[in-house]
């Protein structure tokens, strides 16, 4: 079963920008779909983003369309998130999380998560 380990996380002013990385282990990278949530203290887990197991299809949360991108390099198995224009609403740990099917938004729906990494803007 893969595993998963964030990176990149941090400090960082407002309409800054940050990419967060996620490396795999232990599996077919290639297989998997790849999900970001995140969730701020006090608040339930998020969906922000999920990009198919080819890369070729991606879904955004509103709350982060246009400002996000999510991106992936099967041969270094690694999936990316790109954010760019971060609000302090934006502050939260960040998971990548894998499921073996298609794209859901739902965090009940994939299996295997990596131990997260904080993201906090400040105003």
């Known amino acids: 079963q893969v595993q998963l380990v964030e990176s990149g996380g941090g400090l960082v002013q407002a309409g800054g920008s940050l990419r967060i990385s996620c490396a795999a282990s232990g599996g077919t990278f290639s297989m998997y779909t790849m999900g970001w949530f995140r969730q701020a203290p006090g608040k339930e887990r998020e969906f922000v983003g999920t990009?198919?197991?080819?890369?070729?299809?991606?879904y955004y949360a509103d709350s982060v369309k246009g400002r996000f991108t999510i991106s992936r390099d099967n041969a270094k198995n690694t999936v990316y998130l790109q954010m760019n224009s971060l609000k302090p609403e934006d502050t939260a740990v960040y998971s990548c999380a894998a499921r073996a099917r298609g794209y859901s938004g739902s965090p009940d729906l994939y299996a295997t998560w990596g131990q997260g990494t904080q993201v906090t803007v400040s105003s």
């Open positions: 990009i198919s197991w080819s890369g070729g299809s991606t």
